[in-house]
């Protein structure tokens, strides 16, 4: 069965302090995997796509990365603003192309 | 540019009732997907339509229904709505069929009582 695993749930970071999200996942045929950024009441918004191992994307103090079995979004020097639950997303098969979704983690940085 | 629209913000129904979400995509996008966000929980996918034909379903009941119409906009009914029907449900539109980004809407939040 198809399957995205985020670690850790929950993350308490301090203004400045470095770290990454894990996304791993288990898919036939993965086509694509996706970051989204989601803060409380509102719609995810997008902020990476990644199509094939070994691919990297930036995007101000995040990074995203993809291996064959997993991606990490690093976070360097977060800011409070950058507090929100991130959720990685899974594209696979062929034909029809549904989006699975992992649990999310809750980060909250502190001034 | 206008972002993906959904109508209305927040519902209260009744165990029993029918409901029906709308949604309007980003001007040119031509798929509409639909999810379900259960508090504490990732998106579940629903529906996706493309070029108004239903091109996925999740794994949801067919109390759920969807439809696209000729301007790409999208309907998603509910029929007998149940306690735990209760949720966020997320409209996201795309610009091409296949693997690609979404854009999702601020959600309607249904309430079942």
């Known amino acids: 069965e198809d399957q995205v695993t985020q670690s850790p749930e929950a993350l308490r970071l301090q203004e400045g302090e470095s770290s990454s999200l894990n996304c791993s996942y288990t898919?036939?045929?993965?086509?694509?995997l996706f970051w989204y950024r989601q803060d409380p009441g509102k719609g995810p918004e997008f902020l990476f796509t990644?199509?094939?191992a070994g691919e990297e994307k930036e995007k101000e103090r995040l990074k995203a990365t993809l291996t064959k079995k997993e991606s990490f979004l690093h976070i360097t020097a977060p800011k409070p603003e950058d507090s929100a639950t991130y959720l990685c997303?899974?594209?696979?098969?062929?034909?029809?192309?549904?989006?699975?979704f992992g649990t999310g983690t809750r980060l909250k940085v502190l001034a | 540019d206008a972002g993906v629209t959904q109508s209305p913000t927040h519902l209260i129904k009744t165990r029993g009732q029918h409901v029906t979400l709308r949604c309007s995509p980003i001007?040119?996008?031509?798929?509409v997907s639909w999810y379900q966000q259960v508090l504490g929980q990732g998106p579940q996918f629903i529906f996706q339509?493309?070029?108004?034909?239903?091109?996925g379903r999740g794994n949801f009941p067919d109390r759920f229904s969807a439809r696209q119409f000729p301007n790409y906009s999208s309907e998603l009914n509910v029929n007998a709505l149940l306690l735990g029907d209760s949720a966020l449900y997320l409209c996201?539109?795309?610009?091409?069929?296949?693997?690609?980004?979404?854009?999702f809407g601020p959600g309607t939040r249904l309430t079942v009582l």
């Open positions: 996201a539109s795309s610009s091409r069929w296949g693997p690609t980004e979404q854009f």
């Open positions: 990644l199509y094939s």
């Open positions: 997303a899974v594209q696979a098969g062929s034909g029809t192309y549904k989006y699975i």
């Open positions: 001007s040119g996008h031509k798929s």
């Open positions: 898919v036939s045929g993965l086509r694509g």
């Open positions: 339509y493309y070029e108004k034909e239903e091109r």
